[in-house]
């Protein structure tokens, strides 16, 4: 099993199958606009638009686990982070992502890396090989545009 065998309800309709992302990195992370974090959402893009063309791609996984700091409704929240934040990458609906309501994704990272793996709070980072194997994860502390994640990153980038 590999991320790859997962798909997302994406928060504009439709679904997010992140099979469709084979041979590409991808990034997800649970995010929430009333979070102290919420400053990284540019970060994100800055990061998106600086190597989605070499194969990254971003994924937004909204949340309301922690601190209920994502309390928008879906629609809300697709304004919110498509107008008034300017993200272009690919948002999920939201999602548990702690607990055993957790979408199957975070399930498979808790055990394929352990507890540590596990979100602690918005604004963690998981990072996939283009085999959709985990490459890397994060905690919200973390920047995206960190060193360590950066190089993380270009070292799995295709090509």
């Not at 638009?49 to 922690?66: Q, T």
């Not at 939201?94 to 975070?106: E, I, M, N, P, T």
Request: hydrophobic share 40%; charged share 20%.
């Amino acid at each position: 099993m590999s991320a790859h065998d997962f798909t997302f309800p994406a928060l504009e309709g439709g679904d997010i199958n992140l099979a469709i992302f084979a041979n590409r990195a991808l990034l997800l992370v649970n995010t929430a606009s009333a979070c102290g974090y919420a400053g990284q959402f540019t970060e994100l893009q800055q990061l998106y638009d600086d190597l989605g063309e070499r194969g990254l791609m971003v994924i937004a996984v909204p949340s309301n686990d922690f601190g209920e700091q994502e309390p928008l409704s879906e629609g809300e929240i697709a304004q919110h982070y498509r107008n008034e934040l300017g993200l272009t990458f690919p948002i999920t609906g939201k999602q548990q992502v702690v607990g055993a309501g957790a979408h199957r994704f975070y399930h498979w990272v808790h055990e394929e890396a352990g507890e540590a793996a596990a979100p602690r709070w918005n604004f963690h980072k998981v990072l996939l090989d283009p085999q959709g194997e985990l490459a890397g994860v994060w905690p919200s502390s973390v920047s995206p545009q960190d060193a360590e994640v950066r190089a993380a990153i270009e070292a799995v980038l295709p090509g």
